[in-house]
């Protein structure tokens, strides 16, 4: 009647462990991951250092140091709270540390992201040596799907389903590790001060995308499904408390599971445990990143197929079944 299933990212050896698909598919298990590129980080403000005056005094510590050495020490720091920590001491810190936050902002959201990677979703019930077309040359060879699951880490998942390019679940997540780190008495609402100072970094995320405008990318493939063919008004209502909106992440879940067994916990009677994704590279992406490389229109870009149609059949049969709706007999 059903497998446990866990979807794994083969580069980043990262795993989020699913109930059974009948039993988690309603949540969008990948909709609080990001599958899309981290966006480009904007420098925070400069501000222009008050003028210089001779001092009796010498300057101990790091105070003393020449700036080459003190963007030398911020060039050492990897966790992006850690820049604006020391770059709030002093104003001279805060200019020498502008780079330095974008590019340590830049390095942990790209380790959030699953945009590019190779990923699949197992069942429990696959057999050793039954491996999807994408994997059955490589470093996978003979390698066990199932057991990924006990070796690689959990993967990162954000606290609400991810709207969007994800931009504004990387802001909120900003303001929590700031929270997290200056203000560790959770009990007490954030104070204004610290709260104000946050949305300078807040703001170095830019605008977001609106969800009609994106596209998923099958970068193995080149083919790419639009948001708007999705069947996003087939469930008329929410009949689980832990129910989802039906996004793109949806299609990418329906296309990578791959299983011997057959059992998926639902009365769909296609092949969704051989998701001829599996095992491939995806993103999602605004549309106009397609755009450049080819016209799109109706039609499809230039080197790129669209599957949209095909995708959006498949997700409709999935979900009728899942939600127990009776489609029309054209639909089927």
Known sequence: MGQFWCIVNLDKCQVESLAKMGETFHEGPL????????????????????????????????????????????????????????????????N???????????????????????????????????????????????????????????????????????????????????????????RKPLPYELSSSADIFMDCIPEDVGDDLLVLRNLSKHEFVRYSELPLDLVPVRQYLSQADVDLTWAALARICWSTDSGIAMSYDGDMHRGIWAGDRLDIVPIEELQEAGKVGEGEAAGWKDVSKAVARELTLILASLFDITLPSSSD
């Not at 001779?54 to 911020?74: L, Q």
């Not at 340590?104 to 699949?120: N, V, Y």
């Not at 019930?125 to 959990?154: I, M």
């Open 96 to 186: 020498l540390a502008r780079p330095h936050i974008r590019r340590a902002m830049t390095a942990h959201f790209a380790s959030l992201s699953w945009a590019g990677d190779r990923l699949i979703c197992v069942g429990d019930g696959n057999d050793v040596d039954d491996l999807p077309p994408a994997l059955k040359t490589g470093e996978f060879t003979g390698v066990d799907l199932t057991s990924l699951q006990e070796e690689y880490k959990r993967a990162y998942k954000f606290f609400r389903p991810i709207e969007g390019l994800g931009r504004n679940a990387l802001r909120l997540k900003i303001m929590g590790d700031l929270e997290k780190d200056m203000y560790k008495n959770r």
């Open 31 to 94: 909709a609080r991951i990001m599958l899309s590129p981290p966006p480009p980080i904007k420098l925070v403000p400069y501000f222009k250092p008050p003028p210089s005056s001779p001092s009796p005094f010498k300057a101990r510590g790091i105070h003393g140091f020449p700036n080459e050495m003190v963007d030398e020490i911020f060039g050492h720091l990897d966790d992006y709270v850690d820049c604006i920590r020391l770059a709030l001491t002093g104003r001279r810190y805060w």
